[in-house]
């Protein structure tokens, strides 16, 4: 009897569903979590008890973004999702979706992302990983305790971003800048160490940011995207049939995440209005164009650690546009 109890919880381990980590530092509500639930979901439809995946919101698990890069990398965390700008250090392409005023909108985001997918696959595969599928945040604005609608009404300020790209644009504008992960925005903000965010109406809205902040400047900095990405040994060691599913469920997530942001920023209008938040969209002409000249060094220098990969990657977006 006692062997038929070992061999019998012996078949029951053999037969668990393999267990995966999915680790994100944004809260319930965000579009990626959204996004990432929805892709949680559709495994769960298409493998079955082949594979059971547990999404893990709010950095519940210790990382950051900024650790997620290695720790996927070391299987410590077998997924994640991440905004791409953090991994510049490890290759500066995957700061192409951060670069300010590139797009001017969803559908150049789109075109960009398309163009440059194959490089950022490149560098997740040379570091045992697979980009799962992106999940574009809606454009990028600064939220503050005032209007950011000037040169003027940057001079000084301190402001988070979220990559050095960002930081260097904003110190060329004048203002005093810091890049930070998301975990340590809203301590930074309580304390006093910044003053404003760069982050999207979406993400400031999920995190309550008019509890401090009360205007919302529609800067259109950027459409930067997060991926999510997995350790590729992690996924090798799956039967086929869980294999299957999650390249799927990644093909069905990404083409629910670009249609979910199209619609993202009405909705997050209408809830900064009903918390009585300002919002300054469009801002001044000349303010953009204070702030694209600002800008303008910073993706000469992207241009210049990228080479010829990022020079193609330009070369094919700027040819598509000039079909338009």
């Known amino acids: 009897m006692a062997l038929a109890v070992c061999l019998g919880l012996g078949l029951n381990t053999a037969m668990a569903a393999p267990k995966l980590d999915f680790s994100s530092e944004y809260n319930a509500g965000s579009i990626h979590v959204e996004g990432d639930s929805y892709f949680v979901q559709q495994v769960e439809e298409l493998a079955g008890d082949d594979v059971d995946i547990t999404l893990h919101m709010g950095g519940s698990l210790g990382y950051k973004s900024p650790d997620h890069f290695y720790a996927v990398a070391d299987n410590a965390v077998q997924i994640a999702d ?192 009903e918390h009585k938040v300002a919002i300054h969209d469009p801002i001044p002409a000349d303010f953009r164009e204070f702030l694209g000249n600002a800008a303008k060094p910073a993706v000469a220098e992207w241009l210049e650690d990228t080479g010829e990969r990022g020079q193609q990657v330009m070369t094919a977006f700027e040819a598509w546009k000039a079909k338009q």
């Open 82 to 273: 991440t905004l791409a700008a953090f991994f510049g250090g490890v290759d500066p392409i995957l700061l192409l979706s951060s670069l300010p005023f590139i797009v001017d909108n969803i559908d150049e985001a789109k075109v960009l992302y398309d163009i440059a997918r194959p490089e950022y696959e490149k560098v997740f595969a040379e570091n045992d990983q697979i980009l799962l599928y992106s999940s574009p945040w809606p454009p990028t604005g600064i939220w503050a305790k005032k209007p950011i609608v000037s040169a003027e009404s940057l001079k000084n300020l301190k402001i988070r971003t979220f990559d050095r790209t960002g930081t260097q644009v904003f110190k060329e504008a004048g203002a005093a800048s810091i890049s930070l992960a998301w975990g340590d925005v809203v301590p930074q903000l309580a304390t006093g160490g910044i003053e404003a965010v760069l982050t999207s109406a979406d993400l400031g809205a999920a995190a309550s940011f008019w509890e401090q902040q009360s205007d919302f400047s529609g800067v259109q900095y950027a459409v930067p995207l997060n991926m999510v990405h997995m350790n590729k040994e992690a996924f090798d060691e799956l039967s086929e049939k869980a294999q299957a599913a999650i390249l799927e469920a990644a093909k069905r997530t990404e083409a629910r995440n670009w249609e979910a942001v199209r619609s993202r920023v009405a909705a997050n209008y209408e809830t900064l209005a």
